[in-house]
Each structure stands twice: as structure tokens, then as C-alpha cells.
């Protein structure tokens, strides 16, 4: 009956009835006297048991096997029951170090007795228990067991030898090496056909690409895993796989998905009866709900993570730490302090010098938050010194920009000068996307709050002493947190930084950079601990390779693709470059805003004078904005028209009222910051007439100067465009696609076409289309209604350039495909008549919809992301997108609203016409109507003929309202002039053009991201 059974069953129901077997024959031997067969025979059992969950009857079976042995000379009985009584312990935790003991006397008896396989079990399982202490340690005594079975030729004992190498190089964060040996555990479980143990290799493959930021691959791994399973057997590769997708939600922003995969985990593991896993779950319930800002919840979890946990254990430390985090944020630091003094105490007893410099930095911030400043000062110092020692640039930045903001605050402005300036050059050095262990999360949200610092900073140091010239370096400052802003954005979403690089190219470069970041968390790892000068020297050498091969890369990139150096490593323009190639006639001022939460400024450039101004606070700012905001995107009633008056007045008096001594020029350039990226500034009454802006002169908007003089630049080196215009609209959707499939090929445009769109069916149609709503976080494409003005404004663009120098791809080429094959570097304009999708918390979530269904009938895939936009070589004059909140994106402080807008600006566009609130179909309809006959027929540049179609506009009664004309914005190159010459002589541009583009941009996204994202507005 024992032969019978199969130690190595797959399912749950082979797996016990395999114990039952052994079991039965257990007692069989028993029964006829023959003790030692009975011993083996409930080691094996003991075997099955911990793999089917149950450590305690495990320890119970061991137990027996090894008092039938006694007196008896079976040592290799003996060292297998010794071995399965060790692990069972170390699954339940083992507080009292018994694991340790029982499995060096399995190694004395097996290495006395010759059982090599027996020492070789051992050997793992020791190394196992070691992991939780000191991951150095088990890394060595993993090695030996890998030698052993090596020697043994034992195919299942090396594939568990090369997982536990592996798990003990990727605990010290060696992820090359971890990968390494992961793969060849694989391979030999494939070889063997093992799909479970299979599912346990993949499964930690993906918990490395988790480490390595590449979620996607992380969660491509883990799916393979989960499909190699029977669930019900496997608990805690159920577990596992539900933990790696939690944390590569929360790590990419969905916290709210986290959540329901943590507890998912948790329920798996409890399943396990492993205390550690139990643990681990729960702990990481609490760290989620602390990322979504439910901080009663987070401490529950938390603390629910320290039950059953030794209270100076490590497993404690984290746990404590991160109540401490709950409670600063909060505002309750009182109650902070006793739990950080705790996991300090534990991290230096421990000697993690990494995490007990984190809680340094943290106790500092309770300290400095109490009031007492030196006692905060102290703390951030020993921190500083940590990180320094241990080259953690990351948390070694965060720290100087905490104590550059505590100098800030206490009037020390040279010494916060200096804490701010370093906390940026080791910033702009960081090749990293800081994770949420650092400190970054806890002393700023973002970046680029150090680059506000700074600037205050400076404008504090100008205030006293205006004969040093510092209000011009915190302009070039600002101008530098511009700069970097996008490079970031692209880099977190791994983006292609330059469109078009070799596919090879782009994946050598990413490999490296990323390989520079693991040795370099490996160096810190290295570092905190006991570690031989050659381990570090050996290291060294290796980053040095690898820092060559990457400039080597880099430089190859470079020599193929100039624009790559401004994109990866961008450089901002000094005042004076800004002033010369910028601003550049005596007709134009630059007006740059920084709003931060201690000063808030603005810089007025003209071509020779540069002035700066403090304005109110950021949150006063904050306020007046979003209000004017909401009365603009508010369709006009009864006593809005008061309101809007009386708030836009406000909102100039703050802002412009400063440099009403600069606003006598033909162009104002507006780089906007925060809040006031959400305000059309054409809108606000100028402080010397009370007029709309826009009565006087042109408003320009753009992300940066430095940004607008690199477009300028591209610019002038382009030929100019053989083709005016390339359309892409009226596509079609699974509502309309029966209509679309008996059409006629669009023959019928006239009158026909026009009675039909003013029937009454048709407009309760053009209401519905407007209605579009996401259910949830989520977009049903099968609701998209089609865009009824879409096919006449195609055909009416089609006679504003006639013949060939006019693309259109409507209905059925309206694809995805056809936009990103199609050779936009031939064309002067790019003009989109689609819905689309935004969303201002996740940009990348954000792109245009073209047709979801094929000729056939055949759904496809229609939407084209903002990766994509980012993607495309289109380098026109123009984009157009009229359309309801194109311009609005995430807000990335530096950059603006970094939205569909800016993803064309970056695939090479001059400048974007875009709108900022949801528009009405009728004034739209006109005002591109009279925007495209000033541009092409009047010969007037994008921005002036905006601005004459939207001074035009408002002299309507009907329209006179904000609401209805003030959407639009040109963001970028505004000089250019567009020329129409179509074949058979000048075009006529027709007295109607339908609607717009008729853009439905829905807002979406987690409302985590929302409050994080845009807080300021």
C-alpha cells in the first residue's frame, strides 16, 4: 500500500488520498512488528501533510516516526524524520529557535552516516529557516545543498536547490543572479513536468520583474503561474500570486484594485496555517488602505499584523513603522513617536542601518512638526550620515530636502540654499522612479516640490537682498523643474523616449539603465551589512562595466537621434537665451507662474527686462481659480453671468494686476502652474481696461519657455509640408454600424445630409452623444454613440484643400492601424472628428477612439492611448482637437496638464488647438468655422486666428458668454503661417462647417490619483 501512494500528487484529492494510503500502511507495519518500515513510512506522510497545510499534525507524525527509532540504528530514518520535524517548525514560525537545533542534528547524523541526500534536505531547509535572519548566511548554506544534489544527480533536489539560491539573492536584492538561478529551477521542473513546482519558479520570476518596475511583465509571469494550478491545492501559490498583483497595483497607482487582491492572498494564506505568510498579508492589507488614505482602516490592519508577533521581532518592525507613517499623516505625532522609537530600536538591534536611518528621517519630521526644531535637526542629520555612508541617493535627497525646508522655515536661508541645491543635484542624478519605502512619499508628493523649495527659497533670499540677482536663478530654477517633468513621466511609463528609436536599441538601453539601478539597490543592501571589501570591489568594478556600456549605448543613440539628449537629459534655456529666441520682439511678454504652498510668484520677460512679482498664497490662488473654473464650464444662467464678472476679477487682480505694467504688448505667452493651468487666460479682464484679455492682444499658453523655444527651433529646421491636411473621423461604432454598412460610401453631403442633421431625431441624438458616462473606473465602447456633425465637417475640410493635398480617413479606415501607419510628415495639419477618452489622474488611460468594428463586423481594437500619441512621428504645424477638456491631463507640477495636448506636442506637433471644458456644439461649430477661414484664407498664424474667431464670437449675443468661446487654447509655436494652395486654384471655404470635432473627452481614473494629482486645483 505504501508503493502505492505518490509523494508527488498534484491535486488535493491525490494529495490525501495518497495519506491515506500511507497512513493505512503506517498501521499495517505496526500491526506485524515491523517498527522502522512504520517510521519511514510516517516521514513520508509527515511530508504530505505539510504540503497539504497541516504543520501541526506534520510535527505530530515526525514526532511519532522518531519515537518508534529510538534505541534503533536507522540513522537515515532518523535524519528524514529530523529533517520533516525542522521544517514544519520553521512553517510555524519557530519563536523559540527549535528549527535550528533539530536540523543540526540532522546534519551531524547524516554527515556520520554518510546520507548525503539526507544532509543535502537539511542543508535547504536550514538555509530556509536562515533566510528570516540573515540572508547572506542562507545564500551560503543554499550553495552547499546546490553542491550536494549537484553531486547526487537528483533532478527534483537540485530544481528546489537553484529556487532557494534564487529566493536568497533576490532577499539581498540581487535580481540578475536570482533570475538566473529561477530559470534553471524552471527548466528542471519542466523536464520533470512538474506544473505545480513550474508555477512556484514562475511565480517568483515575477515577483523579481515586480522589484525591477515592469509590472506588466510581473503580472504576465504570475498569470502563467496561475494557470499551472489546481487552486484548492495550492494555497500558497494562490497566496503568492495574489500578493505580487496587489503590490504591482498599488506600486502602478491602483490601490483600490490592491486591496481586493490582498485580502484575496490573505485568505489563501490563512489556509497555509504559516504565520509568517498570515503576517505578510495582512500587514500589506494595512500598507494599501494607507495609500488610499483610510488611515482608521490601515491601523487596524496593522495592528491586526502584530498579533502572535514576537513585540521586538523584525517581523514587528515594519509593522510599527508604518503606524508611525499612519499617524504623521494624520497630524497626530504625539501618538507617531512611541512607534517609531520602537521599530528604531529593533532596526539598530537588528543592524538594518537602511531602515533605521528611514525612521530617523521620520522621527525628525515628528520633531520639526512639535516645534522642536534642533531635536528634528539632529535626527535628519543621522539620517543624512546613513545615507550618505550607504550611497542611497534616493532617501540621501530627501533627507537634504527635508532639512532644507526646516532651514526654510526657521529663517536660515543660506543654510537651506545649500540643503536645497544638493537635495536637487542628487535628484537630477537619480536614474530611478522612487518606490514607496523611500521617504520621498513621506516628506513631499512629488519631485518637483524640492525644485518649489528652492525657488521660494531663492525669492525669500532676493527679497533681502535684491542686488544678487536670485529672482533670475529661481526663474532658471523653474524653468529646470519644467524640463525634467516630462522625461519623468515617460520614463515611469516606459515610453519610448525617442519615436522611432531601433526596437533593439530602446530595449539594450532600458536593460542597462535598469541593471545600473538593481546593483545600486544591491550596493546599498551590501553596505548595510557585514560585507568583504572584495565583495565591494567586485561590485564596483561591475557598475563601472555597466555605467561604460550604457554611455557607449547612449552615444549611439545620441549620433542616430539628436533629439534624444533634450528628451532623456533635458536642459532648460537661461533668461537671457529665453529673452533673444522667446520672447524675441518688442510686442511679446513671457509671463511664467510658480504657485507654492509657503510663496507664490511670477516672472514677467520681455525682450530686454525681466521683472518678478510675489503673489498671494497657493491656496488663495487655488480657490479663485477652480471657482472661475466652475462658472466657466457652467452653461450661462440666471446670475452666473455676476458671478463669473466678480470672480474673473478676482482671479486678475491676483495674477495679472502684478504685471499690469507688461501687459501693453500685442502677445502674452502665459506658462501656467497648478490651478491656473485649468483658467483660459484670455478671459481675465485685463487690470487697465477690465476688458477681456483677448480685446488687446493674442494669449499664447505653453508648458515651459524652454519647451516653446525647442519647438520653435524644430520648427524653422522642417521642410515645409507637401499636403495641407490629414483628417481622421466619423468612425464606426457597434451603434452605428449597421448604418454605416448599408451607406452609400458618403455620397449624400448636401441638403439632404443637412435637413437630416437638423431633424428633430437627429438632435435628440446630438444630446445622447454628449452623454456618454464611464460606468465605474471603466468605458464601455459598445455605448459610444456616433457623431452626427462628423461627416459633414470632413467633407467640408476635404473643400478647404481639394484633390491630393487633403487626407481623409472616415467610417471604415477611421482605424487605429491607418493613424499609426500613416506618414504624417507630409502634412501642414492634423485634424481628429472622433470621441475620445481622458483621464486627468492617469494620463497614460487617456487617448482617442476610432472604429471599434471592421468591415465585416468584427469588433477591434479602436482606441489609440496616449502611449501611442507619443509614439507617432507627426511633425505638423497643427493639431486640432475641439473637443470638450482636450487640453486637461494629469497635473504634473513642471509640466502643465500633461494630457493628449502634450502627447502630440511631443510626437513632433508645432502647436495644439485643444479646449478645457466641455464646449457647446453650435458655437463650436461656428468658431472653427471662422478659426480655419482666418488661418487658410486670411493668411493669419494659429494663435491670431483663434483669437479673431473668438473676438468675433463674442460679439454675438447668443454667444457672448465665456462659456461658449473661451474653451479654446494654443499651446505651442504660434508664429507659423499654414497656406492653402490646392490644385485648381484658392479653395472657398464653405459659409457652414458642422460641429467641431465633436470630441466627448470623458474624465475618469482612481479617486486616490484624483485627490494625489490634483490637489492644487
Known amino acids: 500500500m505504501?508503493?502505492?501512494?505518490?509523494?508527488?500528487?498534484?491535486?488535493?484529492?491525490?494529495?490525501?488520498?495518497?495519506?491515506?494510503?500511507?497512513?493505512?500502511?503506517?498501521?499495517?507495519?505496526?500491526?506485524?512488528?515491523?517498527?522502522?518500515?512504520a517510521a519511514r513510512v510516517l516521514n513520508r506522510a509527515g511530508r504530505l501533510q505539510l504540503i497539504l497545510n497541516a504543520p501541526r499534525d506534520a510535527l505530530d507524525t515526525h514526532g511519532r516516526a522518531l519515537a518508534l527509532l529510538k534505541g534503533m540504528p536507522s540513522l537515515e530514518a532518523e535524519v528524514d524524520g529530523l529533517n520533516g520535524l525542522g521544517a514544519a517548525y520553521v512553517v510555524l514560525g519557530d519563536k523559540e529557535g527549535r528549527a535550528e537545533k533539530i536540523l543540526r542534528k540532522s546534519l551531524t547524523l547524516s554527515e556520520q552516516s554518510g546520507y548525503a541526500l539526507g544532509q543535502a534536505q537539511a542543508l535547504l531547509t536550514l538555509s530556509d529557516r536562515q533566510n528570516y535572519d540573515n540572508h547572506a548566511t542562507a545564500l551560503q548554506t543554499a550553495q552547499q545543498a546546490l553542491a550536494l544534489w549537484q553531486a547526487l544527480g537528483d533532478k527534483r533536489g537540485l530544481a528546489r536547490a537553484y529556487s532557494q539560491v534564487g529566493l536568497c539573492y533576490m532577499a539581498q536584492n540581487i535580481l540578475a543572479e536570482a533570475a538566473q538561478n529561477y530559470e534553471q529551477a524552471l527548466q528542471l521542473w519542466r523536464d520533470l513536468n512538474d506544473p505545480s513546482?513550474?508555477?512556484g519558479a514562475l511565480i517568483k520570476l515575477g515577483f523579481i520583474e515586480y522589484r525591477k518596475g515592469e509590472w506588466s511583465n510581473s503580472v504576465s509571469f504570475l498569470t502563467q503561474a496561475r494557470g499551472l494550478i489546481d487552486e484548492n491545492a495550492e494555497p500558497e501559490k494562490m497566496g503568492q500570486i495574489s500578493a505580487g498583483l496587489a503590490e504591482a497595483f498599488n506600486e502602478n497607482g491602483l490601490p483600490d484594485i490592491g486591496i481586493t487582491h490582498f485580502q484575496r492572498a490573505l485568505d489563501y494564506y490563512r489556509q497555509t496555517q504559516d504565520p509568517h505568510f498570515i503576517t505578510y498579508a495582512t500587514w500589506g492589507l494595512g500598507w494599501t488602505y494607507y495609500l488610499l488614505e483610510n488611515y482608521p482602516e490601515a491601523l487596524t490592519q496593522f495592528r491586526r499584523s502584530?498579533?502572535?508577533?514576537?513585540?521586538?521581532?523584525?517581523?514587528?518592525?515594519?509593522?510599527?513603522?508604518?503606524?508611525?507613517?499612519?499617524?504623521?499623516?494624520?497630524?497626530?505625532?504625539?501618538?507617531?513617536?512611541?512607534?517609531?522609537?520602537?521599530?528604531?530600536?529593533?532596526?539598530?538591534?537588528?543592524?538594518?542601518?537602511?531602515?533605521?536611518?528611514?525612521?530617523?528621517?521620520?522621527?525628525?519630521?515628528?520633531?520639526?512638526?512639535?516645534?522642536?526644531l534642533e531635536r528634528a535637526r539632529q535626527y535628519y542629520r543621522q539620517a543624512l550620515e546613513a545615507f550618505t555612508k550607504l550611497s542611497d541617493r534616493v532617501n540621501q535627497a530627501a533627507v537634504y530636502f527635508e532639512l532644507g525646508r526646516l532651514e526654510l522655515k526657521s529663517g536660515n536661508y543660506d543654510a537651506a540654499e545649500?540643503?536645497?541645491?544638493?537635495?536637487?543635484?542628487?535628484?537630477?542624478?537619480?536614474?530611478?522612479?522612487?518606490?514607496?519605502?523611500?521617504?520621498?512619499?513621506?516628506?513631499?508628493?512629488?519631485?518637483?516640490?524640492?525644485?518649489?523649495?528652492y525657488v521660494e527659497c531663492l525669492m525669500r533670499e532676493h527679497q533681502a537682498g535684491p542686488e544678487r540677482g536670485l529672482a533670475v536663478r529661481a526663474f532658471e530654477m523653474s524653468e529646470s523643474a519644467r524640463a525634467r517633468s516630462l522625461a519623468e513621466l515617460l520614463r515611469a511609463s516606459e515610453t519610448s523616449l525617442v519615436p522611432g528609436l531601433d526596437p533593439q536599441l530602446a530595449e539594450r538601453e532600458k536593460s542597462l539603465r535598469q541593471s545600473l539601478r538593481v546593483k545600486g539597490d544591491y550596493r546599498v543592501a551590501l553596505l548595510g551589512g557585514a560585507y568583504k571589501r572584495e565583495e565591494l570591489e567586485a561590485l564596483d568594478d561591475e557598475m563601472a562595466r555597466l555605467k561604460a556600456e550604457y554611455e557607449q549605448v547612449t552615444e549611439t543613440i545620441r549620433a542616430r537621434y539628436p533629439s534624444y539628449e533634450q528628451i532623456a537629459r533635458p536642459a532648460s534655456w537661461d533668461l537671457r537665451r529665453i529673452q533673444e529666441q522667446v520672447v524675441a520682439d518688442d510686442e511679446t511678454v513671457l509671463l511664467e507662474y510658480s504657485l507654492g504652498a509657503g510663496g507664490s510668484y511670477v516672472w514677467a520677460v520681455t525682450r530686454d527686462r525681466f521683472t518678478s512679482h510675489e503673489l498671494p498664497a497657493q491656496a488663495q490662488v487655488n480657490e479663485a481659480a477652480q471657482k472661475v473654473y466652475k462658472l466657466l464650464a457652467t452653461p450661462p444662467g440666471a446670475g452666473t453671468e455676476n458671478e463669473l464678472t466678480q470672480a474673473t476679477q478676482e482671479l486678475s487682480q491676483m495674477v495679472l494686476a502684478p504685471v499690469a505694467a507688461e501687459l501693453d504688448k500685442r502677445r502674452v505667452i502665459v506658462v501656467a502652474d497648478g490651478a491656473l493651468d485649468?483658467?483660459?487666460?484670455?478671459?481675465?479682464?485685463?487690470?487697465?481696461?477690465?476688458?477681456?484679455?483677448?480685446?488687446?492682444?493674442?494669449?499664447?499658453?505653453?508648458?515651459?519657455?524652454?519647451?516653446?523655444?525647442?519647438?520653435?527651433?524644430?520648427?524653422?529646421?522642417?521642410?515645409?509640408?507637401?499636403?495641407?491636411l490629414a483628417a481622421f473621423g466619423n468612425p464606426v461604432f457597434e451603434s452605428n454600424?449597421?448604418?454605416?454598412?448599408?451607406?452609400?460610401?458618403?455620397?449624400?453631403?448636401?441638403?439632404?445630409?443637412?435637413?437630416?442633421?437638423?431633424?428633430?431625431?437627429?438632435?435628440?441624438?446630438?444630446?445622447?452623444?454628449?452623454?456618454?458616462?464611464?460606468?465605474?473606473?471603466?468605458?464601455?465602447?459598445?455605448?459610444?454613440?456616433?457623431?452626427?456633425?462628423?461627416?459633414?465637417?470632413l467633407e467640408n475640410l476635404r473643400n478647404v484643400a481639394a484633390g491630393e493635398e487633403t487626407f481623409v480617413a472616415e467610417q471604415f479606415a477611421a482605424t487605429r492601424a491607418q493613424l499609426l501607419g500613416a506618414d504624417l510628415t507630409q502634412y501642414a495639419i492634423l485634424h481628429f472628428a472622433t470621441h475620445g477618452l481622458?483621464?486627468?489622474?492617469?494620463?497614460?488611460?487617456?487617448?482617442?477612439?476610432?472604429?471599434?468594428?471592421?468591415?465585416?463586423?468584427?469588433?477591434?481594437?479602436?482606441?489609440?492611448r496616449l502611449q501611442d500619441i507619443y509614439a507617432l512621428h507627426a511633425p505638423v504645424d497643427l493639431v486640432v482637437l475641439s473637443a470638450c477638456r482636450t487640453a486637461l491631463g494629469k497635473e504634473v507640477r513642471g509640466e502643465g496638464l500633461i494630457g493628449l495636448t502634450r502627447g502630440f506636442m511631443y510626437a513632433g506637433a508645432s502647436s495644439v488647438v485643444s479646449s478645457l471644458w466641455k464646449v457647446d456644439d453650435e458655437a463650436t461649430s461656428e468658431l472653427m468655422k471662422r478659426f480655419y477661414s482666418n488661418m487658410l484664407q486670411g493668411g493669419l498664424p494659429p494663435a491670431a486666428a483663434l483669437r479673431a474667431a473668438q473676438n468675433s464670437i463674442r460679439q454675438e449675443p447668443q454667444w457672448r458668454s465665456p462659456y461658449y468661446w473661451a474653451a479654446f487654447t494654443l499651446q505651442g509655436e504660434y508664429r507659423q503661417v499654414i497656406k492653402s494652395t490646392p490644385a485648381g486654384g484658392v479653395a472657398t471655404y464653405p459659409k457652414t462647417i458642422a460641429g467641431g470635432a465633436l470630441l466627448v473627452l470623458l474624465l475618469a481614473g482612481a479617486a486616490w490619483r484624483h485627490r494625489r494629482g490634483l490637489r492644487a486645483a
Open 2 to 37: 505504501a508503493s502505492a501512494a505518490d509523494d508527488n500528487a498534484a491535486s488535493l484529492e491525490q494529495r490525501q488520498e495518497a495519506l491515506r494510503k500511507l497512513e493505512e500502511a503506517a498501521r499495517l507495519f505496526l500491526g506485524a512488528g515491523e517498527t522502522e518500515e
Open 197 to 199: 513546482e513550474q508555477a
Open 306 to 372: 502584530l498579533v502572535g508577533v514576537a513585540e521586538d521581532g523584525f517581523d514587528a518592525a515594519h509593522s510599527y513603522e508604518y503606524i508611525g507613517r499612519v499617524y504623521i499623516a494624520k497630524g497626530e505625532d504625539a501618538a507617531a513617536l512611541p512607534y517609531l522609537q520602537s521599530a528604531l530600536a529593533i532596526y539598530t538591534r537588528a543592524v538594518n542601518p537602511k531602515e533605521a536611518a528611514r525612521v530617523r528621517g521620520l522621527l525628525g519630521q515628528v520633531y520639526e512638526q512639535q516645534g522642536r
Open 418 to 453: 545649500g540643503y536645497l541645491r544638493q537635495s536637487i543635484e542628487v535628484t537630477e542624478n537619480i536614474r530611478r522612479v522612487p518606490t514607496s519605502s523611500d521617504l520621498t512619499a513621506a516628506f513631499s508628493a512629488t519631485v518637483h516640490d524640492r525644485y518649489e523649495s
Open 678 to 724: 485649468y483658467v483660459p487666460f484670455q478671459v481675465l479682464p485685463a487690470p487697465s481696461s477690465g476688458e477681456p484679455l483677448i480685446a488687446g492682444c493674442e494669449v499664447v499658453n505653453a508648458p515651459s519657455a524652454s519647451i516653446l523655444g525647442e519647438l520653435r527651433q524644430e520648427t524653422a529646421r522642417r521642410h515645409t509640408a507637401a499636403k495641407l
Open 737 to 793: 454600424y449597421a448604418q454605416s454598412k448599408d451607406a452609400s460610401g458618403g455620397e449624400e453631403v448636401g441638403g439632404e445630409l443637412v435637413a437630416a442633421l437638423q431633424s428633430p431625431e437627429a438632435a435628440r441624438g446630438r444630446q445622447a452623444s454628449r452623454g456618454i458616462e464611464l460606468n465605474g473606473d471603466s468605458f464601455n465602447p459598445s455605448i459610444i454613440e456616433p457623431l452626427f456633425f462628423a461627416r459633414l465637417e
Open 838 to 864: 481622458l483621464d486627468p489622474t492617469r494620463p497614460e488611460n487617456s487617448g482617442l477612439v476610432l472604429s471599434t468594428m471592421s468591415q465585416d463586423g468584427q469588433a477591434q481594437d479602436g482606441f489609440v
